[in-house]
């Protein structure tokens, strides 16, 4: 009888089953949450942002996860029309500089709207992306993320210098109020050309509702004061202390000799029902307007010169009463001025609340008791102070969205403070101006134009009826176009379209850069080319490019009409996510006299740009010769030589340098063209590729081309992709190209540049983003070429962030304070603490010690940031964001082209005596524990993983190998130099 087979369990799978009491369960659950909500008191006198704050590899990551879509819904629900595409482009490649660029061209107060806009009703709640599990793009976050950024910058605003004075551009112009409205129209005005512009705030400090009405936890001082300093830098000057119908007229300001006058002016009176009303001398009894103007004067030092008012003590139980988004701020400030409880009570249901949904849930996070159906009707007053608020209970109407009294049910809600948030009023004023402009409680205007019924007056904001900032800040870029078209009429009887013209972007010094770059006797507008390849097919594509802002394009590869082979189908797979591809593409399926009858017509539309033709030929040299001949007749700058391609590559018994020395050599002879030989990794030594090359008579190398490879074999054996179908189904080694291959063309480009010097190489292979671009050009190549990026992101929106890209990081270099900077991402972001939760109990301590620290003690009279970046410029003082102090030589591409070759070295160079070992910065850790995972199964065993407070930490006895670094996903772990032993 046979004995049984024994079968060897891995020890993995023969761990038993655990058992484990529930209440354990429970307690750990209980223990590790991130999620311990806190009543509203937890942030007493905490005026810090209570909202987790997206970090930079959070904000990079949502911007790659947003679909590019081509008519974005996003964008068309976003009253300014943020070119939403080229920011999340922006932002998903790092480059936080174009990114701001984007933003501030369509919308000068980005920051502030990325923080107070209800995005869940515009751009988020429109997203493509919204019904998945992952849900819609957070767009305002990485506005907050973009603008940080850029704010460390320290670079200013500047007029658009190519700009031609008009006799228009000196007429003078007033803004009534420095509110949100008035600081758009004022930016799109003086970006158009506008000299003197003047706004007339009644406040010391500018900013609006954003700063008077806003508390410092949703909207930091910070950020509405570096706004304005951006207005400023246009020269726009802002006049303080001077009150509409007190201090200036509409009348005496046509007087005083302007011209055009814009009135941002807001609603400067709190709306207060009855009750309210009658009891507002009370000492108890608050509305939005008088609480939170007082919590703001409190919370935002820096705002007001001199001492800063003492914070509302507001002790018990708090009632708001109202359902908006002023009543959500409300209840939040409420507790931060000492509340111990907060109801809100509104007279709709909770399903009818005109809150938005994020405030909404924030209220629900801090502990807000919601009071809904509940209709105030009077104050109970007791001995001099109101102590009770009465309300009639309501009930909605089916099939309706009207509410009515419950007849008979009333309720009384005893409290110690009340605060009424029922929304403002344009108040009454003596100025007969407001018998005219506002009939009822806003001023009427010409949507198109923003104009008034007044002459010259035109409007927006809060007075003529607009809900929010973003609809604020529109009003003004629309009034500004209105403003433009009545003074060229008026003052140069010039007609000034409808629908605007092109208005400059948001500029800096930084788009004062020239990228220009010359290569073999040819001047390349900017270094970015589109390859030989799927993105350059026809013409139709090239001009495409041109127009996009391309400065070169190498035409897809084409042969004499014997040589043409039939493409089959499909041929392309790829993944646009990690933006790789493979090809089993050949060449143009378009014929040599299409070509030639094109390029000539190219070129002449675009003279001022290089075109180059990449040819190719199986026959002998006077094949190849001929084809040159005729293409270099269409007035084509250059010529690649395409002899790498894996697919249609020379299959000649002789070595791949003969090869290619005799092919340049033979056409070099016969055209008076630029040559550039497309070289790449399937033909052996790119180096001695390159020599051959340039042994030839070429004036520099294009390359690298494609790499061979496989893509994809099923679980059901089929390959991906094939050719046919069932059994018959075939396929190839293709070519791959895209991110997977950039270390293999980076290394190429090294390599040649290294070994044979002042040799141009136009490089191709993975380069997608400035970044990429900037790796290309440090490491020898003066011109990059793009053809996968292309393909999924486009013309467009690939140059909208590789033109500002290289701008910036070529003005960097002249910065002393930006040229240590390894990416777009100031060091001061990445340094900055993190809000994120702890878990349990060390959550808990934390927060209590950061509380007790704030319970007693004064904000600082001007933060950091605010002193930083912000200050010197509001008391006069030179800046270092003035232009006076950007270095006066800006660095170009020639100086930069192959400057870290140098520290390039064979291995045996490398000195192994230098030391360093990994530091994890714990503020920033995620808790997930991979660094410790990778150590001891990949590494060597020198992090230890806390399970209780979940903390890494790093032992002495660390190597330094960095794979810790390298697998992190919270990007929190360095290396830094190993201490010497004492």
Sequence with gaps: ??????????????????????????????????????????????????????????????????????????????????????????????????????????????????????????????????????????????????????MHMKIPQIRDPSIVEQPYHKAKIAMIGAGPASLSCATFLARIGYQDITIFEKQSYPGGTPAIEIPEFRIPYHVTRFEVKLVEDLGVKIV???????????????????????????????????????HKDLPNVWNSKSFLNAVALASKPGMIEGKVPELPH???????????????????????????????VFRRGSIDMRMNEDEAEHLRVEKVE?????????????????????????????????????????????FDHVISAFGSLIGTHADPIYEKLVPGRKIEVNEETMASNTEGVFAGGDCVGSGTIVEAVNDGKVAAW????????????????????????????????????????????????IASGPSSENCNMLKRAYQAGFGWVVTKTFQPDEDMLENVSPRIVGDAESNTYLNIELNSERTAAYWEKELPKLK?????????????????LNSWVNL??????????????????????????????????????????????????????????IVELAKAAKEGGASGVSGVNTISGLWNV????????????????????????????????????AEVCQSVPNFPFLACGGIENALTAWEFIQCGAPAVQFCSASMHKGFKTLIGELIPGLKFLLYARSRDDLKTWKSFVPPAVLAERSHRKRFGLYYDQDEDKEIESLADAKLPAEPIKLKEFVLDQMNGASSSTTPSSIAPEIKTIESEVGTVLNKLVHFNELKPQIKVVSTIDVDRCWNCGRCQTACFDAGYACIIFDRTSRIPKVTPMCHGCGLCAAVCPAKCISMKPKEAKK
């Design 1 to 150: 009888m046979s004995s049984k087979p024994t079968v060897e369990i891995p020890p993995t799978v023969k761990r038993p089953v655990c058992f484990r009491p529930t209440k354990c369960q429970k307690g750990d659950s209980c223990y590790l949450s991130r999620h311990k909500e806190h009543p509203g008191t937890h942030h007493k006198r905490d005026f810090r942002n209570p909202k987790y704050m997206m970090s930079i590899p959070e904000a990079i990551k949502e911007g790659q996860r947003c679909l590019k879509c081509i008519d974005p819904p996003c964008q068309a629900s976003c009253p300014t029309q943020l070119d939403v595409r080229t920011f999340t482009n922006a932002m998903g490649e790092g480059n936080m500089y174009a990114a701001a660029k984007t933003l501030f061209t369509h919308n000068p107060l980005a920051w502030t709207c990325g923080l107070l806009c209800p995005t869940c009703q515009a751009c988020r709640g429109s997203c493509t992306l919204t019904d998945t599990v992952q849900g819609p793009i957070h767009i305002n976050e990485m506005h907050q993320v973009a603008c940080d950024a850029f």
């Design 714 to 749: 099923t679980a059901d054996g089929k390959f991906v992709p094939e050719v046919g179908f069932g059994p018959e189904a075939r396929t190839a080694y293709g070519g791959m190209s895209g991110r997977a291959i950039k270390p293999f063309a980076l290394s190429g480009v």
């Design 240 to 278: 303080y202390n001077k009150t509409y119908g007190k201090d200036f007229t509409i009348d005496s300001l046509k007087q005083d000799g302007y011209q055009a006058i814009f009135m941002g002016i807001g609603f400067p009176e709190a709306h207060m029902v009855d009750p309210f009303m009658r």
């Design 370 to 414: 919601m009071v809904p159906c509940h209709s105030p009707t009077e104050l109970v007053i007791e001995d001099g102070k109101a102590t009770g608020l009465m309300c009639n209970i309501m009930k909605k109407i089916p099939g309706t969205d009207k509410y009515v009294h419950d007849q008979g049910q009333t309720r009384v809600i005893k």
């Design 314 to 344: 507001l002790p018990g139980h708090v009632v708001v009463c109202g359902a908006g988004d002023v009543a959500a701020d409300c209840c939040q400030a409420a507790f931060r001025c000492g509340a111990d409880f907060v109801s809100l």
């Design 604 to 620: 002449k539309e675009f003279p001022d740009r290089i075109l180059l033709a990449s040819i190719h030929s199986k026959g002998d």
């Design 628 to 685: 040159a001949k005729r293409i270099a007749a269409t007035g084509v700058d250059g010529l690649q030589l395409n002899i790498s391609c894996p697919n249609l590559g020379e299959k000649d018994s002789k070595p791949f340098t003969e090869v290619i020395r005799e092919t340049v050599a033979a056409v070099h002879a016969a055209v008076p063209l630029p040559l550039f030989p497309k070289i790449g990794h399937f033909q052996g030594s």
């Design 482 to 529: 209105g403003i433009h078209r009545y003074l060229a009429k008026l003052i140069s009887n010039v007609e000034v379209p409808a629908q605007p013209t092109e208005v400059p972007p948001f500029m800096t010094p930084v788009d004062l850069v020239d990228l220009s770059v010359n290569i073999a006797g040819m001047k390349f507008p900017n270094p970015f080319g």
